[in-house]
């Protein structure tokens, strides 16, 4: 296997703005990828927060004194459009996997065709 | 002298592999996504800012608690397997290993951390 390349494989280059002039489809592909893992940053605030009111009303002071402060507010608020937009796009991506499907099925060909 | 045919070559080499398994966990996850999320934006939306003891009491009770751990498990799940998506885009070798090792260590650890709360909040 001397002449295989097995370790180091290449990656797929970045192609919005090199090679790809970035068009509607792109940015909306790319926000969907930034809002769904963004979310993780709410997703622990509010984790931590479930926590500190599990413990003791001392902690979820502090907790509560971070959601409440202007860090919180501006996860909350960045959090909350993007939710909905990911959960839009995920809509949008289920239904026109389910087109290609059908479509596959009609023709007996390939879901791209 | 090469005694490698072509096919063995390139055997193995695809960037798919187990591709068609994490699609179709992503599409089912979505689905309850889709079902979960707007219960929990709804339930945790209306106590967030509120006092200890409303907090306490509001989680206590069954609804709000099982929509939240729900929403938790699978939202993590779902995270784990996007993430891994992005990780394999921007990133290979080591670095990408310990990037896929990070997050599933972050999605179980949120999640134990998660439901430990909610189910001492019941208790």
């Not at chain 2, 592999?17 to 079902?35: C, D, E, I, R």
Request: proline share 3%; hydrophobic share 50%.
């Amino acid at each position: 296997m001397a002449d295989v390349n097995r370790g180091n494989r290449p990656l797929s280059p970045f192609m919005i703005g090199p090679y790809y002039r970035p068009q509607i489809n792109s940015i909306t592909s790319i926000l969907t990828r930034i809002t769904g893992n963004g979310l993780i940053v709410a997703i622990l605030l509010i984790v931590w927060w479930l926590l500190a009111a599990a413990t003791s009303a001392e902690y979820f002071a502090v907790a509560d004194a971070v959601v409440r402060s202007w860090f919180g507010k501006i996860v909350f608020a960045a959090s909350i459009w993007a939710v909905w937009y990911h959960y839009l796009a995920g809509l949008r991506h289920l239904c026109t996997t389910a087109a290609a499907a059908s479509r596959s099925r009609r023709s007996g060909g390939s879901a791209g065709a | 002298m090469r005694f490698l045919t072509d096919r063995k070559r390139a055997e193995g080499l695809g960037s798919g592999k187990s591709g068609t398994g994490h699609h179709w966990y992503m599409q089912v996850s979505a689905v309850g996504l889709a079902v979960l999320v707007p219960f929990f934006v709804f339930t945790f939306g209306r106590v967030v800012g509120a006092d200890h003891a409303t907090v306490v009491d509001y989680y206590s009770r069954p609804f709000p608690a099982i929509v939240a751990g729900l929403t938790l498990w699978v939202g993590m799940l779902h995270f784990r397997q996007g993430a891994q998506m992005m990780i394999e885009d921007y990133a290979g070798g080591f670095t990408r290993k310990a990037l896929i090792v990070g997050t599933i260590c972050l999605t179980y650890g949120t999640i134990a951390t998660g439901l430990y709360a909610l189910i001492r909040l019941a208790l």
